[in-house]
T-cell receptor, first 113, second 116 residues
Framework: DQQVKQNSPSLSVQEGRISILNCDYT??????FLWYKKYPAEGPTFLIS?????DKNEDGRFTVFLNKSAKHLSLHIVPSQPGDSAVYFC????????????FGTGTRLQVTL | KAGVTQTPRYLIKTRGQQVTLSCSPI?????VSWYQQTPGQGLQFLFE???????NKGNFPGRFSGRQFSNSRSEMNVSTLELGDSALYLC???????????????FGEGSRLTVL
């Protein structure tokens, strides 16, 4: 049972445009959500997080939106750059920490010139 | 400072064998977590150790075990290997912090296990 779902396995966006990566979850106990980026042959690296008490968190070009009623979150990257090409994982936890994360299956983003 | 170090990076085993993977966390990090990454399942949580105690455990069979030493280094062991255990095993360390104050798990590059 996949409690965190990333329904788009891949996404292609032109450089300079907005990239929107989506994530849905089913467990209403999740109260902390994170995005990680992974390049080939490297471990995932933390991008941005949001707690359930907020609906938006921004960090530079990256913004995460949380819609609790829809159990949906999204990551916006503006503007997209070629170096953003990677696999993006959505993750969630119960208890507000990065312990015992439940990850989605990832979305491969390709930013084209 | 040095990142999370995992050894070995690659290994090949046959069914029925056992394997031990090692993880050295970032200096000062006392929490170590292990995740299994497979193409169809993404990253799945195995277990988390803090101060030599297992604090959380995922839904994996008892063939998967781990431990943490007093210097925070951790090992995980898989016994009686099956073909389906072929995966990238990722270790992550983190600082202990309160709720909503950190999102950073620092991941190593992983140990890629192939079971033949």
């Amino acid at each position: 049972d996949q409690q965190v779902k990333q329904n788009s396995p891949s996404l292609s966006v032109q450089e300079g445009r907005i990239s929107i990566l989506n994530c849905d979850y089913t467990n209403s106990m999740f109260d902390y959500f994170l995005w990680y980026k992974k390049y080939p042959a490297e471990g995932p690296t933390f991008l941005i997080s949001i707690s359930s008490i907020k609906d938006k968190n921004e960090d530079g070009r990256f913004t995460v939106f949380l819609n609790k009623s829809a159990k949906h979150l999204s990551l916006h990257i503006v503007p997209s750059q070629p170096g953003d090409s990677a696999v993006y994982f959505c993750a969630a936890s119960v208890g507000g920490t990065a312990s015992k994360l439940t990850f989605g299956t990832g979305t491969r983003l390709q930013v084209t010139l | 400072k040095a990142g999370v170090t995992q050894t070995p990076r690659y290994l090949i085993k046959t069914r029925g064998q056992q394997v031990t993977l090692s993880c050295s966390p970032i200096s000062g990090h006392r929490s170590v977590s292990w995740y299994q990454q497979t193409p169809g399942q993404g990253l799945q949580f195995l277990f988390e150790y803090f101060s030599e105690t297992q604090r959380n455990k995922g839904n994996f069979p008892g063939r998967f075990s781990g431990r943490q030493f007093s210097n925070s280094r951790s090992e995980m062991n898989v016994s009686t290997l099956e073909l389906g255990d072929s995966a990238l095993y990722l270790c992550a360390s983190s600082l202990e912090a309160g709720r909503f104050t950190t999102g950073e798990l620092f991941f190593g590059e992983g140990s890629r296990l192939t079971v033949l």
